[in-house]
């Protein structure tokens, strides 16, 4: 072979191929690492990109219009309409609750109506498979949860408010139904007029006008039909959505889990590229005969690199392939969780951008932190090589450069491609401090292991002198057991403080009941039908009305709310219509944190209370203004005073509580809550629904029971997807501290001969391991806790907006596991050397 002339690719890939092991043994870690991160990233772009074009291609359907307005407690007028109608085709109809009742049952229900024009975009699909449009006179489509409730069928009858509806079929598909939002009870379609017929929407009962516009123009953009109708009519209190935000809670949710699902990936592919370079490591040292051969055979430095880059190539490309394949196979089952939730594709879905990206990024990783080792390896003539387990190799300046180059690389195509930069931004500053700031512990470990006093015992003497001898692999144990142990801290962070959340945010006791639109000359014979059925009962009631902020400050400077290019952060309230009502005393739950409340000399008096929240957002205080929109009317009050609102509570908590000569002399009912003793009887509680109901048909009653059911759900379904989605880093972890104790145990052999020489047991080599690794974990336990909560905190307050509630017991005994895992690879990986011959080792020296 020529000294001069540098091997060609083909016979390059020709030697490498001979060398490369079918089953790629030596590189499985690397393999495994590039999967796991490759997998995560394909599934969670293919997921997320697929939801992001359902949404965007099917906003229409999903709107069931171009443009939709939405009012509470009244309808839109005449001009208002007509200004719609001005853009194209315009369909309306109102939402409420409702209760369906037949001679035995009651059930609450959402009451949707429509007009002969619903659905603009779609079609509504029944259980028979026919797709009908709007119900007309008193038919009415219902949905399956209704029928079992009512324990009726298709043609039967039930009665809402003061009339009778016939079931004419059974929803199946209802094409907007994703951009209603979160349901108090299923779904009751009938024709626009049912709801006035049936007497449900006198004066002050809470229910919302909704009108949907298909544009006549294709060119017509809805934001402009927006700020045009908001110029138009700045003080209407109305709502607007577009068909490109068809439906925000569910875009924000994507978005969310978007960007979780990436940093976890990321975090992955981060924690994986350790696990690489310790695989490679690991794998190089064992061809170190090999390499030395090659060298001596008239191989170059360019040969060499080539070589090996070829092997380690072809392994980072068949843990991407498999990665990717993983990650579209994956997919259906992540979308037929999602179905009902969320606009997903069923089947298989194939993306090519999030998969060529998980691919790129994968690569990227395996080279960049694979170069280190490789260009150390290429670096030295063959003699350091032969005796590079006795006189270990030293550090090449140009291998770190090349690393530097990756991951340079590699956050490049992390924030030219991500839809978050500062989020993705942040991520990568803080990994690469959290690998900085590991490799100084390296240093730091070995320097104080250098100047402790030697101690008495021999095990620990020499498990403290192997923590600092020339070539101990201490720097990269601290960096990978550091990153490994702090994803599982992450993971048990992040799903106790969902539990928390879940323990703090759906209260354990609340309110058997909430009815709403009780009238307000009714209020004693509400109670009254309640305390005949259970005289222990706790009654609630509250006046309740929707308002919507129009401006705030002081009288002589208030602030537009029109005029706002964006809400202040945490200023909510100031969004749309909200639920508002007076009072004569303080509301139970709350207390005053600045003024007074008024008293009776000044309850005629247009008075206000606040919530602290958005007085602290809107920086108002006692002696500022507030203009409200009740009805489609102006109305202004003074702050009186501030109020902390206890929000865990599952009773009437308001933003805005007004005095009576506020807003008293406005049309409105009452709200209620009903608490009903501990046992009581199921029988009963049918009896008093329907007497309600009958009594009181304007009435509608919210079963809470079910109502936090479906929260419990929701949020445990939150808890088990993140929680299936930081398993990827904790496999991830566990891999890199397989690979870290892989790569040390080469140079392990040529110690643990030289100690079976000098007449060590078995049980002395394993305890002197166990009390290396022991050491080295037990100092990265804190660091990991605190790097492994600091990425939680960051997941669950930053991204998920929940509150901060983790079980440290539980995160404390995860570490624990961890901590017991380090030791049992230690061991395990131990065990090889063990059986090594000292003959044989020694002449492979």
Avoid at 218 to 223: G, K, R
Avoid at 328 to 346: C, F, I, K, Q, R
Avoid at 557 to 572: F, K, Y
Wanted: hydrophobic share 50%; proline share 4%; with cysteine.
């Amino acid at each position: 072979m020529s000294t001069t002339t540098s091997l060609s690719w083909a016979k390059a890939w020709h030697i490498a191929k001979r060398d490369l092991n079918a089953r790629f043994k030596g590189l499985r870690l690397l393999v495994i690492c590039i999967f796991l991160g490759t997998g995560a990233l394909a599934a969670i772009g293919t997921l997320t990109a697929s939801i992001e074009r359902e949404l965007a291609s099917s906003g229409q359907v999903i709107l069931g219009g171009d443009l939709e307005v939405e009012v509470w407690q009244r309808d839109l007028d005449d001009t208002e309409k007509e200004a719609l109608a001005e853009y194209g085709t315009v369909s309306g109809g109102t939402r409420l609750q409702a209760m369906a009742t037949v001679d035995d049952a009651a059930a609450p229900v959402e009451l949707k109506a429509v007009d002969g024009n619903w659905p603009l975009y779609g079609a509504l699909t029944l259980a028979d498979g026919r797709k009908v449009g709007a119900p007309t006179g008193t038919d009415a489509y219902v949905a399956r949860g209704a029928l079992d409730r009512l324990d009726i069928r298709v043609g039967d009858t039930f009665t809402v408010g003061t009339t009778t509806l016939t079931a004419a079929g059974v929803i199946e598909n209802e094409p907007d139904r994703l951009s209603e939002g979160f349901q108090l009870g299923p779904s009751v379609i009938v024709a626009d007029n049912v709801p006035g017929d049936a007497g449900l929407l006198s004066p002050g009962s809470l229910y919302e006008s909704k009108y949907r516009v298909a544009f006549d123009s294709s060119s017509q953009e809805p934001d402009e039909a927006r700020e045009a109708l908001e110029d138009a009519f700045p003080n209407s209190g109305f709502d607007f959505r577009t068909r490109d935000r068809a439906s925000p809670g569910a875009d924000r949710f994507v978005r969310q889990m978007s960007d979780f699902l990436t940093l976890v990936g990321l975090a992955a592919l981060v924690i994986a590229g350790i696990g690489i370079a310790g695989g490679v490591s690991s794998y190089l040292d064992q061809r170190r005969a090999s390499i030395a051969t090659l060298k001596v055979f008239g191989a170059s430095s360019r040969d060499i690199v080539r070589i090996y880059a070829l092997q380690i190539g072809a392994a980072a490309l068949l843990g991407s392939a498999l990665g990717i394949a993983t990650g579209v196979l994956v997919t259906p089952l992540l979308s037929t969780a999602l179905d009902g939730l969320l606009p997903v594709e069923s089947g298989f879905v194939i993306e090519p951008a999030p998969l060529l990206l998980a691919g790129a990024y994968g690569i990227l990783v395996a080279f960049a932190f694979a170069a280190a080792p490789l260009l150390r390896a290429r670096s030295f003539p063959a003699m350091a090589l032969m005796r590079s387990r006795v006189a270990p190799l030293a550090r090449d300046k140009r291998a770190l450069i090349a690393t530097i180059i990756g991951i340079g690389a590699i956050c490049a195509l992390a924030m030219l491609t991500t839809k978050q930069p500062i989020l993705s931004g942040s991520f990568l500053l803080g990994a690469g401090g959290a690998l900085a700031a590991l490799a100084a512990l390296g240093f730091g470990i070995q320097y104080l292991a250098r100047r402790l006093p030697r101690p008495s015992n021999p095990i620990l003497r020499s498990a403290l002198a192997n923590i600092y001898r020339p070539g101990a692999p201490t720097g990269s144990l601290v960096t990978a057991l550091g990153f490994g142990l702090a994803a599982f801290v992450l993971l048990a962070a992040i799903q106790t403080a969902i539990d928390g959340n879940i323990q703090s945010r759906v209260p354990q006791e609340a309110p058997d009941y909430f009815v709403l639109d009780v009238p307000v000359e009714e209020e004693d014979r509400f109670t009254s039908i309640v305390e005949d059925k259970f005289p222990d009962a706790a009654i609630r009631a509250v006046p309740t009305l929707r308002a919507s902020v129009l401006a705030y400050g002081p009288e002589d400077n208030m602030i537009r709310v029109a005029d706002l290019e964006e809400l202040p952060e945490g200023a909510w309230a100031l969004r749309g219509e909200r639920g508002v009502t007076y009072a004569d005393e303080v509301p139970p739950g709350n207390s005053l944190v600045e003024g007074e409340w008024w008293d009776e000399s000044e309850a005629d008096e247009a008075l206000v209370s606040i919530d602290k929240q958005l007085a602290d957002a809107a920086n108002l205080g006692v002696g500022d203004y507030l203009t409200i929109g009740l009805l489609g009317t102006e109305r202004e009050a003074r702050i009186a005073n501030v109020r902390e609102i206890d929000w865990e509570s599952m009773g009437f908590n308001f933003t805005m509580v007004f005095s009576r000569g506020a807003i008293a002399d406005a049309p409105h009912k009452l709200s209620a809550t009903i608490d009903l003793p501990e046992a009581a009887d199921a029988t009963a509680q049918g009896e008093l629904l329907r007497e309600l109901v009958r009594t009181l048909p304007s009435t509608s009653v919210i079963e809470v029971g079910d109502i936090l059911i479906e929260a419990r759900t929701l949020l445990q379904q939150v808890g088990l997807a993140t929680l299936a989605a930081a398993s990827v880093a904790v496999l991830a972890g566990l891999a890199v501290l397989m690979g870290a104790i892989a790569a040390a145990r080469a140079a392990r052999t040529y110690d643990t001969v030289v100690l079976r020489v000098l007449g060590a047991s078995r049980r002395q080599i394993l305890s002197l391991q166990l009390a290396e690794y022991g050491l080295i974990a037990a100092l990265l336990a804190l660091v990991a806790l605190g790097l492994g909560s600091a990425l939680g905190w960051v997941v669950i307050t930053q991204m998920f907006e929940f509150d901060w509630l983790p079980d440290w017991g539980q995160v404390l005994a995860v570490l624990s596991l961890g901590l017991a895992m380090v030791l049992a690879f230690a061991i395990g990986g131990s065990l090889p050397l063990l059986r090594a011959k000292p003959a044989q080792a020694l002449r492979e020296l």
